[in-house]
């Protein structure tokens, strides 16, 4: 896919919102065209999964 994987943009950035929104923004005109696409929303679910619950500097809890 032409969505970058999250792995480049590290959680502990302080841009890293700004950057996402930016991509996503090149390839989405409507809130609703984000919402529907199911690919971009296993990549959310990975990011949160893997870079908030997975990371325990995340402050949202350990999953191990």
């Not at 896919?1 to 409507?30: D, K, M, N, Q």
């Not at 949160?48 to 325990?56: A, I, K, P």
């Amino acid at each position: 896919t032409g969505v970058p994987s999250c792995h480049r943009c590290p959680l502990v950035s302080p841009r890293c919102p700004s950057y996402v929104e930016g991509i996503v923004a090149l390839f989405y005109a409507e809130d609703q065209e984000v919402a529907e696409d199911e690919e971009l929303q296993e990549w959310v679910g990975e990011i949160f999964t893997y870079g908030v619950l997975g990371n325990e500097k995340s402050g949202r809890g350990h999953r191990g």
